[in-house]
T-cell receptor, first 116, second 115 residues
């Protein structure tokens, strides 16, 4: 299986930048996702990385280093609506021969609190 | 367009009873996933279906849990002889396929409470 670690909680001020780190240990790596989940709601997709480097989408960027088993999600120009849990999820191929692409394993999530 | 739907949205059941949770994926999505999320916890993978392939059941916590997917569309997760530790939000997700880059679209979940 995979070990996926991310901080439990982070607090930042409106307009600031926050970086959420995620480290993982796995074999058969097939990509890393970041999801946002507001309280009481379903997770929604933010980003996907499979190659090393930075992917930028508006105020959100995600970085991956496969050799280090490390990713981060960068949230810029924080807004109050960004207060949510951010989930790091790793896709890795299992041992089953039928598991061609692998299932997603999620970290416990990082609760980001944005203050005025 | 229509997203992933789940029913019921809330279910309260007595310990020892069986429950069925339903998921309607997005039309055309061949991959379907079930997760559960306990309070304050991350998502725990349960099972996934991809097309006509044998499902990956490696995340099911016990033989009380089973799932089926009929006609490659609707899926039902069944929990037999429910226990209090089964209380959680059960989330279903679907994706266009199982290709790694395909994002998963989540339904609103079913909140199960076992009393």
């Amino acid at each position: 299986g995979q070990n996926i670690d991310q901080p439990t909680e982070m607090t930042a001020t409106e307009g600031a930048i926050v970086q959420i780190n995620c480290t993982y240990q796995t074999s058969g790596f097939n990509g890393l996702f970041w999801y946002q989940q507001h309280a009481g709601e379903a997770p929604t997709f933010l980003s996907y990385n499979v190659l090393d480097g930075l992917e930028e989408k508006g105020r959100f960027s995600s970085f991956l280093s496969r050799s280090k088993g490390y990713s981060y999600l960068l949230l810029k120009e924080l807004q109050m609506k960004d207060s949510a849990s951010y989930l790091c999820a790793v896709r890795a191929r299992g041992e089953m021969t039928t598991d061609s692409w692998g299932k997603l394993q999620f970290g416990a999530g990082t609760q980001v609190v944005v203050t005025p | 367009g229509a997203g992933v739907s789940q029913s019921p949205s809330n279910k309260v059941t007595e310990k020892g009873k069986d429950v069925e949770l339903r998921c309607d994926p997005i039309s055309g999505h061949t991959a379907l996933y079930w997760y559960r999320q306990s309070l304050g916890q991350g998502l725990e993978f349960l099972i996934y279906f991809q097309g006509n392939s044998a499902p990956d059941k490696s995340g099911l916590p016990s033989d009380r849990f089973s799932a089926e997917r009929t006609g490659g569309s609707v899926s039902t997760l069944t929990i037999q002889r429910t226990q209090q530790e089964d209380s959680a939000v059960y989330l279903c997700a679907s994706s266009l396929g199982a290709y790694p880059s395909y994002e998963q679209y989540f339904g609103p979940g079913t909140r199960l409470t076992v009393t």
